[in-house]
């Protein structure tokens, strides 16, 4: 990923992090832990943003890293037949995506498969689930019991980047007893040993 034709090339990144400006902020960094001021308004006029502008060069460098930087992996886990993360992918070019889910049902998804999107076959109760920077769980929580759930989320969080993002959408139980689709939905679930849930007990489950 150092070379500038990898499709998640890191390249400038790399180059951002050896800026001159960068390293002289950094030789600075004993300011910073006396005063609590940024060393780079102790090292460079203006601070970085004034070493940007000053520096053209610089400048274009950290704006590529910037783009480079949103080059990530986006995991669908329980995905089907990968209608989402497929339209994912298709509108995001600096993304790559995997679609994780049992094999028989991923095989059904052959024909998307390309560069940029993976395939992955798998039980998520018992096999690992792919590295990513995002996870997405569209409709796959609500068919569990709570324990079968937290296994769940326990396996993205075992998988996931530091610092990746997990995207749970699911229909939330509302607090009103009228007529609603959640709570329709929720005796269907019921009788498959799922449940929907209200947004307090995601966030319960999320905690655990």
Partial sequence: MLRDDHPQSMRPLVRMFGLAGLWAAGGELGWTIRTGEPSADRALTGGFWGYLTRTPDASRIFGEAM????HGQIADIGGGRGHLINAIVAARPTASGVLFDQPQVVSEAAAMASDRLRLAGGDFFTDPLPVADAYILME??????????RR????VRRAARAGATLLLIE????????PNWPTTLDI?????????????EYVELLRE
Avoid: F, N
């Fill in 67 to 70: 783009t480079a930087k949103a």
């Fill in 140 to 149: 796959v929580i609500h068919d569990w019991d709570d324990d079968a759930a």
């Fill in 152 to 155: 769940i989320l326990a396996g």
């Fill in 171 to 178: 229909a939330l139980l509302p607090k009103v007893r009228s």
């Fill in 188 to 200: 269907v679930m019921l009788t498959i040993g799922g449940r929907q849930r209200t947004l307090g």
